[in-house]
C-alpha cells in the first residue's frame, strides 16, 4: 500500500483503514459496513499484491459524524 498522505490524518477522528482480505466481497463488505456508520470514502476497487495472498483495500474514515447517522 502506498504511504497515508497527511491531510487523511490532520484532525483527530479522522482514520485511514487497511484492509486485508481473502477475497474482493469480503473487503467490500467490510467497507459496506463502516460505511453504513460513519461518512467513509470508499474504495471502488481492491489490489493485489503479488506474492501475497488475498487482496488489499484502503479507505478512509471520519469518526466525528455521530453513529448511524
Do not use: F
Not at 6 to 13: N, S, T
Not at 33 to 46: M, N, S
Not at 47 to 60: A, F, I, M
Request: proline share 6%; with cysteine; charged share 20%.
Amino acid at each position: 500500500m502506498n504511504l497515508i498522505n497527511e491531510v487523511h490524518v490532520q484532525e483527530p477522528g479522522l482514520v485511514v483503514v487497511d484492509v486485508a482480505a481473502a477475497d474482493a466481497a469480503t473487503a467490500l463488505a467490510l467497507q459496506d459496513a463502516l460505511a453504513a456508520q460513519w461518512a467513509t470514502a470508499k474504495a471502488d476497487r481492491v489490489t493485489r499484491d503479488p506474492g501475497q495472498p488475498g487482496v488489499r483495500l484502503r479507505c478512509y474514515v471520519d469518526l466525528r459524524q455521530p453513529l448511524g447517522s
